[in-house]
T-cell receptor, first 113, second 113 residues
Framework: DTAVSQTPKYLVTQMGNDKSIKCEQNLGHDTMYWYKQDSKKFLKIMFS???????INETVPNRFSPKSPDKAHLNLHINSLELGDSAVYFC????????????FGSGTQLSVL | GENVEQHPSTLSVQEGDSAVIKCTYSDSASNYFPWYKQELGKRPQLIID?????GEKKDQRIAVTLNKTAKHFSLHITETQPEDSAVYFC????????????FGTGTQLKVEL
């Protein structure tokens, strides 16, 4: 009964391919996020959704497209993958209006060859 | 936007000693300052947080102090143990920003026996 779960855990793919990462939370939170952690461990927000509505979009290339079918799910689709996309992608959730505590998923290690 | 600097990037201490990690932020309107711990290959997890209306907060061996005038905050770990070895991230967020956390660059803490 993992609180924030994301799949797959590892993703190895060729340049130019399209891939998706899925995230689900069972905490009843209404806000979900995608963070990117690069090889130097730097954590940077990419997107944030509140109740299926996009509220933060941090100058991410439009090859990255988040989709939130409902407030418990936030998926990330990446088109035309590039070498520089290799990183760990973390999904997270929080409850707006209560506090800002983030609960992270276990991460997806994306390797673009 | 907000900018968070974190020092040192690596910190090695003997078991039982104290460890201090420092962060500075740029936007004086920031009002929420969490600290996350990330063990190797794991997800970041919140260990303590502080709001701008509080100067200090303590939870067992961990404490955080905030100096709003100087715009810096620090994490203090006393009686360090080997299981404290991890990467620690500070972060800051502005009010009304959709809970957009800006993270510091991380501190690799190693507690040696």
């Amino acid at each position: 009964d993992t609180a924030v779960s994301q799949t797959p855990k590892y993703l190895v793919t060729q340049m130019g391919n399209d891939k998706s990462i899925k995230c689900e939370q069972n905490l009843g939170h209404d806000t979900m996020y995608w963070y990117k952690q690069d090889s130097k461990k730097f954590l940077k927000i990419m997107f944030s959704y509140n109740n299926k509505e996009l509220i933060i979009n941090e100058t991410v290339p439009n090859r990255f497209s988040p989709k939130s079918p409902d407030k418990a799910h936030l998926n990330l689709h990446i088109n035309s993958l590039e070498l520089g996309d290799s990183a760990v992608y973390f999904c997270a959730s929080s409850q707006a209006g209560v506090d800002e505590k983030l609960f992270f998923g276990s991460g997806t290690q994306l390797s673009v060859l | 936007g907000e900018n968070v600097e974190q020092h040192p990037s690596t910190l090695s201490v003997q078991e039982g000693d104290s460890a201090v990690i420092k962060c500075t932020y740029s936007d004086s309107a920031s009002n929420y300052f969490p600290w996350y711990k990330q063990e190797l290959g794991k997800r970041p997890q919140l260990i303590i947080d502080i709001r701008s209306n509080v100067g200090e907060k303590k939870d067992q061996r961990i404490a955080v102090t905030l100096n709003k005038t100087a715009k810096h905050f620090s994490l203090h770990i006393t009686e360090t143990q080997p299981e404290d070895s991890a990467v620690y991230f500070c972060a800051a967020s502005l009010p009304g920003g959709g809970n957009k956390l800006t993270f510091g660059t991380g501190t690799q803490l190693k507690v040696e026996l």
